[in-house]
């Protein structure tokens, strides 16, 4: 049985100015208050946020809400009103507090970086002595489980939706042929602590699209990737093998094996809240009968930074892809599969309340082929390179249903624009999914 503590903000300091806020807005303070003393906690909570609807935005407020959450077992809430308060004063409690968030959702490892964080942010002394007793319950149960921790996830998405043109690979021209699709993504990782500043990671992903109108076009994956990761100072890196296989109308499209190297920190300077990561990654690919065409090796490096601005979440990655594969080289006809690209993505995440948060993305990607096609055309072998700029739009809300499950309805819009006429083409894609994370 663990032993919880937890700082009750809205009863050992004032909650805020009456004043500074509407009647409705301080009458509803005030009855949460009340409530929450009464042990209402559910009539707590919509006090609390009708007085955060009503304007009421203010460091304790948020605070009352996550602790209102927190008793209420709804530990993806509290999680995200806790994490309001990451920019203010109370860093420290509210890394304490998001510390036993993640102890009661059976997540020991992340509550474990909570805890440590709370202590690296110079708190008040009573803090930083429940801080301490929170990392020797974790030692300690670690020593009796002879330093083994496992932390387990898993994910499952099930989407339906239309795609106005649909391709078979990145590779191929357009269809200018739409139709509605179902798809289906199950996703689990484990990590497996070796010791405070090592563990072992294994996430296997399992991918299926499915096209009502077209088979030709349906779409697997099968992915596992077991990596060994290490602590260095804010920092994890590790290297993470990769095995994958993807198919194309039941047909094998692609084996893939190789390795990632990688390098990502929650706090990068010089801004505390800066989230930065790096990877680098190598893969042997092997097409399957009749895409021979695909055989070789694939590189990629990403560089991604993430940083908030209190609701506001904004992050951007590049990547550039190298391929060396062995096109395709028949008579009369050369087709290369062997791209340089280099894509830039935006995101933005707004969390416009408890429940609901929206998002937008914003893509560009440019793609030049190692050689110059070659085709026959009117009796004449015709000579070009192939060169692409792909453009995209992205919006998507997500909606929480319950403490596991979300709705997602998404719309992306896909440009590209190419120097060999046949590759241009126009994409919109809807899809509404059903979320879970367990």
């Avoid at 699209?209 to 994956?221: C, I, M, P, T, V």
């Avoid at 505390?272 to 090796?297: I, S």
């Avoid at 904004?314 to 062997?338: I, K, M, T």
């Avoid at 070009?384 to 453009?391: K, P």
């Amino acid at each position: 049985m663990r032993l919880l503590f937890i700082f009750l903000f809205l009863l050992g300091q004032p909650l805020l100015a009456q004043s500074a806020f509407s009647d409705g807005a301080s009458e509803a303070l005030a009855q949460g208050v009340v409530q929450f003393q009464q042990g209402n906690l559910g009539q707590a909570r919509e006090s609390f946020q009708l007085a955060a609807e009503l304007g009421v935005q203010s460091p304790s407020l948020h605070y009352n809400l996550g602790v209102v959450c927190y008793r209420l077992e709804d530990y993806p809430a509290a999680r995200q009103w806790f994490s309001r308060l990451l920019d203010s004063d109370d860093r420290a409690l509210a890394t304490y507090n998001l510390g036993l968030v993640a102890l009661a959702d059976d997540r020991p490892g992340e509550a474990r970086k909570w805890f440590e964080e709370s202590l690296a942010a110079s708190p008040p002394e009573s803090v930083q002595r429940l801080a301490e007793q929170q990392l020797a319950k974790l030692d300690g149960l670690a020593l009796l489980q002879g330093e083994r921790r496992v932390d387990a996830y898993g994910y499952l998405s099930l989407g339906a939706g239309y795609d106005s043109n649909l391709s078979a690979t990145p590779e191929d021209s357009a269809s200018n042929q739409g139709s509605a699709l179902g798809e289906v993504i199950a996703a689990g990782s484990v990590d497996y602590a070796l010791d405070a500043h090592r563990w072992l990671s294994l996430d296997l992903i399992a991918f299926a699209r499915h096209y009502a109108e077209d088979g030709d076009y349906d779409q697997q994956l099968l992915q596992a990737r077991f990596g060994v990761m290490r602590a260095w100072g804010l920092w994890a890196v590790g290297i993470r093998p990769v095995v994958s296989r993807s198919w194309l109308d039941g047909d094998s499209l692609e084996t893939r094996w190789g390795a990632e190297f990688l390098a990502r920190s929650a706090e990068c300077s010089p801004a505390e809240d800066l989230r930065c990561d790096v990877a680098f990654a190598v893969e042997q690919v092997n097409g399957g009968d009749g895409y021979q065409a695909y055989d070789g090796q694939w590189y990629q490096l990403k560089a991604g930074l993430g940083y908030p601005f209190g609701d506001l979440d904004l992050a951007g990655e590049y990547r550039l892809e190298l391929n060396n594969r062995q096109d395709l080289d028949v008579p009369e006809r050369f087709v290369s599969v062997s791209p340089t690209r280099h894509e830039l993505i935006l995101e933005a995440n707004y969390q416009l309340s408890s429940e609901l948060a929206l998002a937008g993305e914003l893509s560009v990607r440019h793609s030049r082929y190692g050689k110059p096609h070659r085709w026959v055309e009117s009796g004449m072998l015709v000579e070009r390179r192939r060169e692409d700029v792909l453009t995209g739009v992205g919006l998507m809300a997500e909606y929480d249903l319950t403490a596991r499950w979300l709705l997602r309805p998404q719309w992306f819009f896909r440009h590209q624009h190419s120097e060999l006429n046949e590759y241009d083409f126009r994409r919109h894609t809807l899809l509404l999914s059903l979320e879970g994370v367990f």
